[in-house]
Structures are given as structure tokens and as C-alpha cells.
Nanobody, 124 residues
Framework: QVHLVESGGGLVQAGGSLRLSCAAS????????MGWFRQAPGKEREFVAA????????AYAESVKGRFTISRDNAKNTAYLQIDSVKPEDTAVYYC?????????????????WGQGIQVTVSS
């Protein structure tokens, strides 16, 4: 069983930065991909970024390219999402996910395990 726990969310001013963490436990992740999704109020959940646990393959939604960076710390079994130059439209609940993704990183069904989500609120 894989257990994912997000942290690092909260209230941030527009233009600022924050880093979300996703601590993973329960099994090894060498073949997995870690993904971040978000759900804004009144909207469907959308893909944000993903990265293979092994190797450097990454993917980003067009809307966040250049501002979001996904990374991981193998020793800590933790994935990160660095968010820079935050905008009010980044306000959402952010979820991390893990799975043996074989198809597109952006497909939710590709991920078997999900965190509980964490709120990020950007004030203007």
C-alpha cells in the first residue's frame, strides 16, 4: 500500500513562491511517476506536472510552464512542486499522485495512489 501526504500549502501573496511536498511511503518507487494535479473552486481537477521517479523525464501543463518545477528527493521518498510567481488563478487544492504511468502523465486514471490534497490560496 502506498501512502502519500502533501504539505507546504497555505496562503501566499501573488508574485510570491511556495513549495509543496509529497512524502511517499509504503513501497519503492523506482518504476513510478509522481504527479501533481489541482482542483480550483467550481472546476474539474486538472493536471499540473509529473516526473518519473527514476530519470529526468518531466511534463508540465502549458499554463504552469516556466513557473512550476517538479523535483524529487530519493533519499526522503519525497516529491516537490516549486511554485514561483504565484497568481490568483493558482488557488486550488493540490493533490499528489503516484502510479506506474505508461501512457500520458496527464491522465488521472494512470495514477493508482493519491494524497488527501492540500489547499493553496493566492491573495491578490
Amino acid at each position: 500500500q502506498v501512502h502519500l501526504v502533501e504539505s507546504g500549502g497555505g496562503l501566499v501573496q501573488a508574485g510570491g513562491s511556495l513549495r509543496l511536498s509529497c512524502a511517499a511511503s509504503g513501497r519503492t518507487f523506482s518504476s513510478y511517476a509522481m504527479g501533481w494535479f489541482r482542483q480550483a473552486p467550481g472546476k474539474e481537477r486538472e493536471f499540473v506536472a509529473a516526473r518519473r521517479w527514476s530519470g529526468g523525464t518531466t511534463a508540465y501543463a502549458e499554463s504552469v510552464k516556466g513557473r512550476f518545477t517538479i523535483s524529487r528527493d530519493n533519499a526522503k521518498n519525497t516529491a516537490y512542486l516549486q511554485i514561483d510567481s504565484v497568481k490568483p488563478e493558482d488557488t486550488a487544492v493540490y493533490y499528489c499522485a503516484a502510479g506506474n504511468v505508461r501512457a500520458s502523465f496527464g491522465v488521472e486514471a494512470s495514477y493508482d495512489h493519491w494524497g488527501q490534497g492540500i489547499q493553496v490560496t493566492v491573495s491578490s
